[in-house]
């Protein structure tokens, strides 16, 4: 008969090498692929303000301080440092310095609400833009406020002000931050608007009347009454010393002035002089921000304008940055910056991953279909996944309509209550306390007070309380829009805001009296959606009240709904139709079992299923909070760190299910296979019904091994019991049962057990647990009929019994089966853990539910279910057992590299994903590796599989203790980085060691044929 041809798996390789590297290139690279990408230009948008250091690199801080943009010396765009992070970087940038020792930002955290101010601190970063940590924050007392970031020879200087001064703070690296001057004034987090810290460290002040004062003997450089314009106010809005003068932003005369130590002021730039070509949205005059004097004897600042547009019903700003020094050359003006060689490099490299990428998944996708044509699938398969996938689409689909009509109506929602609270803060104010604020000056008096305790009276009532609700007053003075009042008093009264009365929103209102929405808003100070509505005096209108949101923070919670919403849905589905799977099995087992009876034969094997199901159900109800559980009944006393006791628990229900099968495995014969059983389920109703109670970790610990113990119990009997059918199809059936039962059980157990902590709290899903476990005794008695017999020991031709050939401790000894234990099988099943241990206290410390825990081992558990017996026959027909091992394992580290790369919820889902799919196949690849060395049969089946089950304990009860250490050592992603460094390393041993073995070995060769796949399957199943 001729030979069929084997299938080369290089180019198989090939492609899957190509997806992993381009996977991994993006990870470390995906900012290239921004907005913009393969354009020549960096846009510069909603900029805040620009910083050159001494080494001539500028950062232009942009996206409503939420992105730092840094240059080279030719101020050619190289990389962005982006915000919005709450740990392990900046949220919103204040200000920004650089020296020889790296990056530093002031930073302001703002908590869910996106308004109040939770802390602000001082973040460090490298050159390269890589978060260092934090140097100083003030959490602990709100009423402290940080200005005037600055570096100078080595050192790090800022103010940071309370109720009653400041204090001018003093920072180098691996110093302590500390005080070098107090400066005394009364009200100093109220009144500052500004700090500027000289290169000569003398330091000064712009307060939020408009005006600038030295603090030392609190001398008046600039008097804003002695610099009124014709047409408007004098407003000081920052200062920054400058040659031996200091320049000055007039926000007031919209002008940029120099004033020297004599008092002589003079405008420094015009507009004329920033641009020949004036932008037609420009009014003459535009409002001028973010101006920054630098070491270096160069300056900057922003010039913008802003026009209502009425084809979108939008406010549009326009922004252009101004660069110069103090000879008068223009170093930069624009709002564009051109990419640097490296960068444009990067971008095309990084497309074309992504293409390669694209295109490898293709071929792969294309090989798995042919190989999968090749392959017949059960039609009961076919069906459950026809269901299960028709079930989520559907499912999807009426979500997401169901949850953008929600998004629709709850922004409408939103809108017409801010416009209420407009329309009630109108109503109250006083028309006489509006006309009372007629100057800078005005700033907290009287006036300014009563519309304070007014405004914050609604905002701050039960109802709006914590809502993130803001609140702003504008008034017209002079054809100029201003604002005369903010509810967290960033500017002070009359401060003019950027574009002209005529045209603009503000006069639409004025005209009609009518109140305006604004779905979304964009500018330098941030995103926002919000109402505006007409303060009256009669029928006059005579100023308007501003109410609003942060944009940011909205969309965010809606998106956090619409994920929420899915992934009930998806969990509420999936669960339902494993329950359903198990429902409908139950009639047909009962008529089976009927037939069995009245035939006087032995109940089949496969009617262990509903057992396993509630047994592992109520096994698993608590294996998504357990660690957290744990690390909350945990305190110092007890003397071991938290995240090592957390994991006790866990380690404790592994390790006596271990010593308990190990015991009962040399006296079920003698006691029978059903009081073993039944032993089983009473450990485990009295181990849930102890942890419910436990009043500390040492209880739980000791209450969750008694779990362990009826763990155990199950294990020895259940398997004992299956594998006593003489029948081999009865065996096949039995262990098939068994691992469908075990996965729908620990999927569903783990889901209802999440459910019911978040809702009624952890003490009732223990109580459930042990509910669903005394059930379990019913089916002992439907599913077990008789005590497995004793197998007789084999004689040889001579009637005697045969010896055998090799101890145990001899056989562990041996080289192949310690490395395959200590290089391949034991760190698998240690990294498993990532699931089991790591994901949940992960999960808890980004404030994920219960819930969204459990929908992990649910994702886990239906991709083994589904991807294992079709992953498992084509890869090893294709590849053969020992390939499919490896490539299980390299997924492993390649799952791990990618949560390293790029942390965060999202990836560790995807990550688990990688897992499962590792495992849907490769546990199986392992198991019929490991029944083909040579040893195991001289030692015995029996025995050996009684090995692999000791050292598959002991890895499982080891991985929550080294997930534990990596956490406590390493933090999140280093612990990751460890585990999955070892792992690597003893991985690639393995695959060394094998290369050489397999000179003179040849049996775990690839391209293992299909009758290879049945004989090793049988001999796994038993």
């Known amino acids: 008969m001729k030979k069929k041809k084997e299938h080369s798996s290089a180019p198989l390789f090939a492609a899957l090498l190509a997806v992993v590297v381009s996977i991994l290139w993006i990870l470390t690279h995906y900012t290239y692929l921004g907005k913009g990408v393969l354009t020549d230009v960096y846009t510069i948008e909603d900029p805040t303000f620009c910083y050159t250091a001494v080494d001539g690199i500028t950062y232009f801080v942009d996206s409503s301080g939420m992105n730092i943009a840094v240059t080279d010396r030719n101020l050619e765009y190289s990389f962005s440092i982006p915000g919005g992070e709450s740990e392990d970087g900046f949220y919103i940038l204040k200000s920004l310095a650089a020296d020889s020792g790296g990056i530093y930002v002031s930073d302001k955290l703002l908590d869910d609400n996106g308004k109040n101010v939770l802390s602000e601190r001082i973040c460090s970063y490298s050159h390269d833009g890589e978060f260092l940590g934090y140097i100083f924050e003030e959490s602990d007392d709100p009423g402290q406020n940080l200005y005037g970031l600055t570096s100078s020879d080595g050192y790090l200087y800022f103010v940071c002000a309370d109720e009653t001064g400041f204090d001018l703070m003093i920072y180098r690296e691996s110093e302590e931050v500390r005080s070098v001057r107090r400066y005394v004034l009364e009200g100093a987090s109220d009144i500052i608007g500004y700090v500027n810290i000289s290169p000569e460290l003398a330091v000064t002040i712009v307060t939020k009347y408009g005006h600038v004062i030295e603090p030392v003997n609190m001398t008046e450089i600039y008097d804003p009454g002695q610099n009124l314009s014709d047409d408007y106010f004098s407003i000081a809005d920052e200062a920054s010393a400058f040659g031996s003068g200091w320049l000055i932003n007039d926000v007031g005369r919209r002008e940029i002035i120099y004033t020297d130590h004599s008092g002589s002021s003079s405008p420094f730039i015009k507009l004329e002089d920033l641009t020949e070509n004036i932008p037609e949205s420009f009014n003459e005059r535009p409002i001028y921000s973010g101006l920054v004097t630098n070491s270096n004897g160069t300056f900057s600042f922003i010039y913008k304008d802003s026009y209502f547009d009425t084809t979108v019903g939008e406010e549009i700003y326009s922004y252009e940055i101004y660069i110069g020094d103090s000879s008068g050359n223009v170093l930069f003006n624009g709002n564009e910056l051109k990419k640097d060689s490296a960068y444009r490099t990067n971008e095309y490299l990084t497309a074309a991953m992504a293409l390669i990428g694209a295109v490898a998944a293709l071929i792969l996708i294309i090989r798995a279909v042919i190989a999968l044509k090749n392959y017949s699938v059960d039609n009961n398969i076919k069906i459950q996944i026809a269901i299960l996938i028709s079930a989520l689409l559907a499912a999807a689909l009426v979500s997401f309509m169901i949850v953008n009509e929600y998004t629709s109506w709850y922004s409408r929602e939103v809108m017409d209550k801010m416009a209420n609270i407009g329309v009630m803060v109108s109503e109250r104010i006083e028309p006489n306390d509006v006309y009372a604020l007629d100057s800078p000056e005005s700033f907290g008096n009287e006036a300014y007070n009563r519309i304070d305790e007014t405004i914050s009276s609604v905002l701050n009532n039960e109802v709006n309380e914590d809502s993130g609700i803001y609140a702003v007053m504008y008034k017209v003075y002079n054809d100029i829009v201003c604002q005369i009042y903010s509810d967290d008093s960033e500017h002070s009264v009359f401060y003019p805001m950027a574009g002209g009365y005529e045209g603009s929103a503000e006069q639409s209102i004025y005209n009609s009296g009518d109140y305006m929405t604004f779905d979304s808003h964009s500018s330098a100070e941030g995103a926002y959606m919000f109402v505006l509505v007409p303060v009256f005096d009669g029928d006059k209108v005579i100023a308007l009240i501003e109410i609003g949101t942060n944009l940011y923070t909205f969309n965010e919670s809606i998106t956090n709904l619409i994920v929420t919403t899915l992934l009930t849905v998806a969990t509420a589905v999936i669960i339902t139709i494993l329950l359903v799977s198990e429902l409908l099995l139950f009639p047909d087992m009962r008529r089976h079992r009927k037939e069995a009876v009245t035939e006087k034969r032995r109940i089949p094997a496969y009617l262990v ?90 209880f739980l610990i000791v209450s969750n091994g008694i779990c362990g113990l009826g763990g155990g119990c199950f294990a020895i009997s259940i398997n004992t019991y299956i594998a006593s059918f003489d029948d081999e199809s009865q065996r096949s059936k039995g262990f098939m049962g068994y691992n469908a039962a075990y996965l729908s059980g620990m999927n569903c157990g783990t889901v209802f057990g999440s459910v019911i902590s978040e809702r009624f709290g952890s003490s009732m899903a223990f109580f459930g647990a042990a509910i669903v476990s005394f059930i379990a005794i019913f089916f002992v008695f439907f599913g077990i009929k008789s005590a497995a017999k004793p197998k007789k020991a084999a004689k040889s031709e001579k009637g005697k019994k045969e010896k055998p050939g090799i101890s145990v401790i001899r056989f562990i000894f041996k080289k192949e089966v310690l490395g395959y234990f200590l290089l391949l099988s034991m760190p698998y099943l240690i990294c498993a853990s990532f699931l089991n241990y790591f994901f949940p206290v992960f999960g808890e410390e980004n404030s994920l539910s219960a819930t969204q825990i459990s929908l992990a081992f649910l994702v886990s558990g239906v991709i083994s279910i589904y991807l294992g017996p079709i992953l498992t026959d084509v890869l090893g027909e294709r590849l053969g057992f020992r390939k499919s091992a490896l490539l299980a394992s390299a997924l492993y580290v390649f799952a791990f590299l990618i949560y390293v790369l790029s942390p965060g919820v999202l990836t560790c889902f995807v990550v688990i994903a990688i897992l499962s799919a590792a495992d849907s196949f490769g546990l199986t690849a392992q198991s019929v590796i490991y029944t083909k060395i040579p040893e195991v049969s001289v030692l015995g089946e029996g025995k050996a599989m009684g090995v692999s089950s000791a050292f598959e304990n002991v890895a499982n009860t080891m991985g929550p203790i080294v997930f534990g250490g990596a956490l406590m050592l390493f933090g999140y992603t280093g612990g990751v980085l460890a585990v999955a460094s070892v792992f690597a390393g003893l991985f690639l041993i393995y695959v060394i060691a094998g290369l050489f073995s397999r000179k003179k070995d040849t049996s775990g060769r690839g391209g293992a044929k299909a009758d290879d796949v049945r004989e090793t399957a049988a001999a796994v199943s038993e």
Do not use: H
Request: aromatic share 8%; hydrophobic share 50%.
């Open 609 to 698: 299923r509903p057992l396993c199901f509630c047994l592992f159900f109520a096994a698993n109800m608590s294996t998504s909070f357990l660690p957290v559980y744990g690390m909350k009944l945990w305190n110092e006393s007890i003397g071991i760190p938290m995240e090592i006791a957390a994991a006790m628990p866990l380690s404790s229900e592994l390790l006596m299910a271990a010593v308990s099968s190990v015991l009962l495995g040399q006296i079920i014969d003698k006691t029978g296979i059903r009081p073993i059983s039944i032993a089983g389920a009473l450990l485990y109703v009295i181990g849930n019904i102890c942890c419910g109670l436990a009043p500390n970790l040492p």
